[in-house]
């Protein structure tokens, strides 16, 4: 059974920095999709970014040019490094990893960005 763990949530005045981790374990395939995504009160879960096991990523919009993900492959980590931080990305991130029959979430870490 697939588990993701979330770590590196917290506090961040606006322009600072962030840099969060997700540890997976169990099952997990070689081919593989893990990702960020983000809820913020009273709206919808969205994407933040991907990549993939062969290292192709994708972003939202909003957080382009600001953020970076990467990941070991080795360990089963996900990173988000998120610079430039704005109010407005303050919400829950939630590491995921999509493969063959599988969608799993892991417990979300928040993150908040005001001073």
């Known amino acids: 059974q697939v588990q993701l763990v979330e770590s590196g949530g917290g506090l961040v005045p606006p322009g600072g920095s962030l840099r969060l981790s997700c540890a997976g374990s169990?099952?997990?395939?070689?081919?593989?999709?893990m990702g960020w995504y983000r809820q913020a009160p009273g709206k919808q879960r969205e994407l933040v970014a991907t990549?993939?096991?062969?290292?192709?990523?994708t972003f939202a919009k909003a957080v382009k040019d600001r953020f970076t993900i990467s990941r070991d492959n080795a360990k089963n980590a996900v990173y988000l490094q998120m610079n430039s931080l704005k109010p407005e990305d303050t919400a829950v991130y939630y590491c995921?990893?999509?493969?063959?029959?599988?969608?799993?979430w892991g417990q979300g870490t928040q993150v908040t960005v005001s001073s």
């Open positions: 995921t990893l999509q493969q063959l029959g599988l969608n799993a």
């Open positions: 169990g099952g997990i395939a070689s081919f593989n999709v």
């Open positions: 990549i993939t096991s062969g290292g192709i990523t």
